[in-house]
């Protein structure tokens, strides 16, 4: 005996995607979900940077050395920026390592939105991916910097501590600085262009009120408090503490940290609630 199998047609489920209104929750395990996407435009980051430079990489080696060697003749001699007798070329490159990162990271996210106009505006993929993407993919560039540190810290003689495990979280405090910023300059980017005409004025101006090339030790009293508001200052003063063991983290610590607790909440928030425009505005 046989048997007729009935053809049964199943129509694919429609999947609608709808812009969230007012302050909708950040819904952060999206970006779990699409990891494999975040490693990929990490990777593109990385290779589009060096790619068709005569150099290549060796850019990541010949600028944090260019910016060491400028530092220490215009400030430690020329102005005899001593800082109490402490190694000037390595008191800079303490301060440069962190902020390198920051500032790298800062102009890449600033622009990341605009820059991935039409992957934004055909595919979905939560925005905020895109952001994190341009801040880690300068982690490269930073290990590369890390080890010219080193190199300087064994041409020195300067001793190895324990202490520059703290590297390690301060890296993190870093990479979140970078986001906290970058996410408020990137979403405000997408409605005002000028946006990023500000962002190289306001990364130069921002290394020279934050103490990459001195120390925030010449600061005192309430000054510390109010310079802190800076969240970046805290930040290179504990990688300086971290390697150089000098002004161990105290009130301007603090500070800076709040500080970069309140950016990076107040960011995410303010770009999830202009996440659903994005597709229409950019």
Known sequence: MTRSAALVKTEPALLTFRPSRGWTALNLVDLWTYRELLYFLVWRDIKVRYKQAVLGVAWAVLMPVVNIVIFSFVFGYLFHQNQGGVNYPLLSAAGLLPWGLFAGALGRCSGSLVGNTNLITKVYF??????????????????????????LMLFYRFPLT??????????LLVVITALAVGLWLSALNVLYRDVGYIVPFLITTWMYVSPVAYSAGLITGRTRIVYGLNPMAGVIEGFRWAIMGSNPPDVLFLVSIIMVTVLFISGLFYFRRMERTFADTI
Do not use: E, Y
């Open 126 to 151: 939560p925005r905020l991916i895109i952001p994190i993407a341009s801040v880690l993919s300068g982690l490269v560039d930073f290990g590369i910097s890390f080890l010219i540190v080193l190199a």
């Open 162 to 171: 324990w202490n520059m495990l703290w590297l390690l979280p301060l890296t």
